[in-house]
């Protein structure tokens, strides 16, 4: 009997930073709403620096639990340069934690606030969330033939117009790499194989369409590509078998001991401008991943396993840059629910919020 109730405490563990972070949405959309109804008259640019402002302390909040709450180690290997840069990260798909390692890097280089991301259309109807990711600047988008090449270049042109900063995160193998569901990896194979292209033993086969489109519209105004290449610690089973990529429950109950973390950052001139040999030199890029990712999982030698090659820095992310968000949101919300018109302005946030995200997103990308 309490064995089974010490089992089912620690496999609990997700239920305080999950009820915090959802907890704490309505009261930040209440905060970024206010700011957004008093910036209507001012330019775009001030609004988007006060909102990035916001994000920041929503995402540092996420990344106590994540980063120091866990327990995490992070491990960056390759050149991730210390400031700020107008970027597009491209990185390999393999569990829902793959959007947090992105806040991972970003915060090391003091531009948590610019991420943005390319999301599968089908995210905007999140409660909150959906609406406000579109409204920082995230670009959904759908698959092959519905995919709307028109409707993302306005949607980056305005960001562009309104000078924001950008940190856009795609992930161009359009889903998750899932060892649990063999036919996806199959059916990406034989993709590959029948338009010529290397077959891929640890990623999909990634589709250019959205990578292009953004590098295209903003050649102007990136700075570079990040090419990044994560691995998690322990996703192999005692058969040396890949296994299924922690989830965010799981990671919250620290079931990932170790992230590693490779980035290549690429120059604007070397990478091709016609779609047609863009996809070629994408897929190249994804070659690189699966080699390193066959080292990190499949090297014969056992030394060089659970690692990728070259120098690798333990990166500790410091309570400084967490801590103080976590108690800002948490406190605000604590006062709001102390009250009995509080408590009813919180529940008419998660109602008329999400009622009016959801019109809001079938209406506008």
Not at 15 to 22: D, K, Q, R, Y
Not at 177 to 198: M, T
Not at 264 to 271: A, F, Q, S
Request: hydrophobic share 40%; aromatic share 12%.
């Amino acid at each position: 009997m309490l064995l089974s109730l010490v089992l089912h405490t620690y496999s609990m563990r997700y239920v305080l930073p999950a009820a915090v972070m959802m907890g704490t949405a309505p009261t930040y959309v209440l905060a970024w709403g206010a700011w957004r109804l008093l910036s209507a008259v001012l330019p775009a640019r001030f609004y988007r620096e006060v909102d990035d402002r916001l994000y920041t302390i929503y995402q540092s909040m996420v990344l106590f639990f994540f980063e120091n709450y866990t327990g995490v180690q992070v491990i960056i290997y390759g050149d991730l340069p210390k400031n700020k840069e107008n970027v597009i990260y491209l990185s390999n798909h393999q569990c829902t934690v793959d959007w947090i390692i992105a806040d991972m890097l970003a915060i090391r280089q003091n531009a948590l606030g610019h991420v943005r991301y390319v999301l599968k259309d089908g995210l905007k109807w999140l409660p909150l969330y959906g609406w406000y990711f579109s409204q920082h600047g995230g670009v959904y988008v759908k698959r092959s033939a519905n995919f709307n090449e028109k409707e993302m270049r306005e949607k980056l042109r305005a960001q562009m117009k309104a000078e924001t900063p950008m940190y856009l995160v795609i992930f161009p193998e359009g889903t998750r790499y899932n060892p649990e569901i063999p036919k996806v990896i199959a059916d990406s194979q034989s993709f590959a194989e029948k338009e010529g292209l290397a077959i891929l033993k640890h990623v999909l086969t990634p589709r250019v369409k959205a990578t292009h489109v953004a590098i295209d519209t903003m050649k102007d105004y990136l700075d570079a590509v990040y090419d990044v290449t994560v691995a998690y610690e322990g996703t192999v089973d005692h058969k040396g078998q890949r296994k299924l990529a922690p989830s965010m429950t799981e990671f919250l109950c620290k079931e990932c001991p170790k992230v590693h973390i490779f980035i290549d950052r690429i120059e604007l001139k070397d990478i091709p401008e016609e779609q047609m040999y863009m996809r070629r030199w994408l897929h190249e890029r994804f070659e690189i991943k699966d080699k390193l990712l066959i080292e990190f999982y499949d090297a014969k030698d056992s030394k060089r396993r659970n690692k990728f090659p070259g120098k690798s820095v333990h990166s500790k992310l410091s309570l400084k840059k967490t801590l103080p968000s976590l108690l800002f949101l948490g406190g605000l919300t604590a006062s709001m629910l102390l009250t009995e018109s509080g408590r009813k302005l919180y529940v008419k946030t998660w109602i008329y919020g999400t009622l009016i995200g959801c019109l809001w997103v079938s209406i506008k990308p």
